[in-house]
């Protein structure tokens, strides 16, 4: 979602933190960059930390994050994490963001790629179902809580380089998964799950709109 629809190729880069998003605008030429806060779903931004410990539980969250980010650079900044309806993206806006990035908030849509089992666990999460954890992948990374990243994790140091994890796991994660377990498969979501759609992704999508609109108006109104 932005502002305004944007052509041409854009080149952006991911930030978890305020230095990630300098180095990346630095580190070459970018058209914006992508700041995602704690709450989000999948791998973190974070590349920089010494430790992948502190750098998942340092991490802030996008309210946090956004603003600071658009204060330290000069490109356009997409809002990522915890946004999945016209409210958060209203948020997003009043915090400096150009454009916000949507994941969580389509994937009980029929045209995601989303199994059965992930379809299964995102019905019945709530929105502290989730943690960041590493033992998939090597990698920090928010997924619904299961079996393995309970016993082992979530954050565990003795772990091969990503991505070697999920290889290792590939044959025990499908041999659970045709019994019908999800106990060692990845379920990527962010905090909002509760608040995914059940619908067609252009239905999903005007709804989403249609909120923003309405939340932009209201807030308009608050500060005159």
């Not at 180095?23 to 920089?48: D, P």
């Not at 943690?131 to 619904?144: D, L, Q, S």
């Not at 079996?147 to 990503?162: N, T, Y």
């Not at 609109?213 to 500060?223: A, G, K, P």
Request: with cysteine; glycine share 12%; proline share 6%.
């Amino acid at each position: 979602m932005s502002r305004r629809w944007l052509s041409g190729k854009w080149t952006c880069r991911g930030s978890g933190r305020v230095r990630s998003g300098l180095g990346n605008v630095w580190g070459g030429e970018r058209r914006g960059v992508i700041a995602q806060g704690y709450e989000a779903g999948g791998h973190r931004g974070t590349f920089l930390a010494q430790s992948l410990k502190s750098a998942s539980f340092s991490q802030p969250g996008t309210l946090a994050l956004v603003p600071q980010v658009v204060d330290a650079v000069k490109v356009p900044v997409i809002a990522a994490g915890g946004i999945a309806d016209g409210r958060g993206i209203a948020a997003a806006f009043a915090l400096g963001a150009a454009g916000t990035q949507l994941g969580t908030a389509y994937l009980l849509c029929p045209e995601a790629a989303t199994s059965e089992l992930h379809r299964e666990a995102l019905r019945h999460a709530y929105s502290d179902a989730t943690f960041v954890t590493n033992v998939f992948t090597g990698r920090p990374a928010r997924a619904i809580s299961n079996r393995l990243a309970l016993e082992l994790g979530p954050i565990l140091d003795a772990l091969p380089d990503f991505p070697l994890p999920i290889g290792a796991l590939a044959p025990l994660r499908a041999k659970a998964e045709q019994q019908g377990s999800s106990d060692f498969t990845p379920f990527w979501s962010g905090q909002v799950s509760p608040l995914a759609r059940e619908m067609p992704a252009m239905g999903a999508h005007a709804q989403i709109g249609a909120g923003s609109s309405r939340s932009i108006e209201v807030t308009s109104e608050l500060v005159r």
